[in-house]
Structures are given as C-alpha cells and as structure tokens.
T-cell receptor
Framework: DARVTQTPRDKVTEMGQEVTMRCQPI?????VFWYRQTMMQGLELLAY????????DSGMPKDRFSAEMPDATLATLKIQPSEPRDSAVYFCASGLSSGSIKFYNEQFFGPGTRLTVL | AQTVTQSQPEMSVQEAETVTLSCTYD???????LFWYKQPPSRQMILVIRQEAYKQQNATENRFSVNFQKAAKSFSLKISDSQLGDAAMYFCAYRSAISRGAQKLVFGQGTRLTINP
C-alpha cells in the first residue's frame, strides 16, 4: 500500500530553534508539494518540485524557510529560526507528472506534521 | 489569481439524509480541474471526487456527486445516504490546466460536516 510518509508527526519547539520536516514521496512519483494549513490562512502551497528541481516556491517565506530534495526519495522543509506564527500543520504531497500541463496527476497527501512553536 | 470560496463554515445532517456543500470559484481560465477533499480528524487529506472543466457531465463516485455549473463558477458536492464516517472537514480545490503553476491546488476555507445519528 503505497503512501506518502512524513516525519515527525508532531513537533513542539521553542522560538528560535531550527525545525526540519521530512517527507518520503511515493516511490516513482516525480513531483513533491509542500502545503501549510492554518486556521487563519487555510491550506496554501509553499513550494513544489518536479524531478527534484524547484518549480514554484513563491508561497514560501524566503528568509527563514528552505525546501530541498537531496534525492528522489526524500524532501525536506526547514525553518530557521522558527517563530510562533509558523505553528501550523505542514503537508507533503506527491504525484506523477509528465511534461504536459494538461496531464492529470492526483496529488497524494501525507499525514502532515503538526508544528507548535512556543 | 484564482480563488475558491466555501460560504458554509459548518453543516450538519441526519444520518441517511442527503446534504449539499457549496463552493464557488473565480478564474479567467477555460481549462481546469476541480476537486473535493475530505479531511477527517486523523488529518489525512483524502480525494473524494474530481471534475474536469471541459466535461459537461457531472462526476459521481458512489454516494458522492457534484453539480458543476461552469458559467456560474459553482461546484457543489452532494452526499447521499450520509454515514457517520462522512463526518469531516471538506475542502473544495481548484487546479489550473493551462498555466505555469498548473500543478498547484488552490483550496477553499473548508466546511465542517457533522453527521447526527
């Protein structure tokens, strides 16, 4: 049963600390998305990759957030330094994409990482 | 930029009854996809149903069906024979099929559905 995995499931940290969230996409998927869910903003895209290359990170605060794919089986989202306003659930999703924009590919979501910054 | 609006923060329905969740969206594009996702208390986002804008026929998946009105930019979800397991947050989402950011999902604010036994 293929699924997206995320670690940790929950994270509590103090303001100023570095936070790293990890995502393992479904084997064979070549697109990875990071979404953030908050009560105020709802679900919003932070960044996404295709074939490990960042295609859109316009939703991500550049000064403290960074997203990478060290290899095809791992995506990371780092926050340094973390702030209380970063408290949210962070979802990773993966999918299979061809070069065609019209090619439909379902995004499969992981269980999310709930981050609490005190 | 595209926007998705869900005007019902909360809805409730009696078990076995039918409920309709509303969604409207704003776009200048002609080709796109629309989705309904379910998020139970476990947090997992689950795809319920999708609709391609170029298809006039409304999508159906078992007890779930949509009413897609392209001209009105409306995309409602009907759940028939509601079950306790349907209780969750439901999100309407949009995805372009023609723009550079085509892969991105744009979500509404969600509707919390309660099923009364």
């Amino acid at each position: 049963d293929a699924r997206v995995t995320q670690t940790p499931r929950d994270k509590v940290t103090e303001m100023g600390q570095e936070v790293t969230m990890r995502c393992q996409p479904i084997l064979g998927h070549n697109t990875v998305f990071w979404y953030r869910q908050t009560m105020m903003q709802g679900l919003e895209l932070l960044a996404y990759f295709r074939n490990r290359a960042p295609l859109d990170d316009s939703g991500m605060p550049k000064d403290r957030f960074s997203a990478e794919m060290p290899d095809a089986t791992l995506a990371t989202l780092k926050i340094q330094p973390s702030e209380p306003r970063d408290s949210a659930v962070y979802f990773c999703a993966s999918g299979l994409s061809s070069g065609s924009i019209k090619f439909y590919n379902e995004q499969f979501f992981g269980p999310g990482t709930r981050l609490t910054v005190l | 930029a595209q926007t998705v609006t869900q005007s019902q923060p909360e809805m409730s329905v009696q078990e076995a009854e039918t409920v309709t969740l509303s969604c409207t969206y704003d776009t200048s594009e002609s080709d796109y996809y629309l989705f309904w996702y379910k998020q139970p208390p476990s947090r997992q986002m689950i795809l319920v149903i999708r609709q391609e804008a170029y298809k006039q026929q409304n999508a159906t998946e078992n007890r779930f069906s949509v009413n897609f009105q392209k001209a009105a930019k409306s995309f409602s979800l009907k759940i028939s024979d509601s079950q306790l397991g349907d209780a969750a947050m439901y999100f309407c989402a949009y995805r372009s099929a023609i723009s550079r950011g085509a892969q991105k999902l744009v979500f509404g604010q969600g509707t919390r559905l309660t099923i009364n036994p």
